[in-house]
């Protein structure tokens, strides 16, 4: 039961992790810059920071809920679209 909880988890974050790496090299081939390529570098950080976290949260806490801590990654990935689509200074 607990490593079903752990799988659902993983295969939540797979979207995730697309929808950030996807929108920092759709702003990256949109309006190229001299530090446009740092934007995909820190969006590959932060997809390894989430797979990290995830297991963490694997081996530190088994029977933690399944659905917030992808929830909290998807918030988190469309937050940081917003907020570069508004200012790409940022």
Known sequence: M?????????????????????????????????????????ALLLAVLFIAVHLVIRWKMPRADEFLFPGIGILTVLGLIFIYQSDPAL
């Open 2 to 42: 607990r490593s079903h909880r752990r799988l659902r988890e993983a295969v939540l974050l797979v979207p995730t992790i697309m929808m950030l790496l996807a929108a920092s090299l759709l702003f990256y081939l949109t309006s190229p810059f001299d530090y446009g390529i740092l934007m995909i570098y820190a």
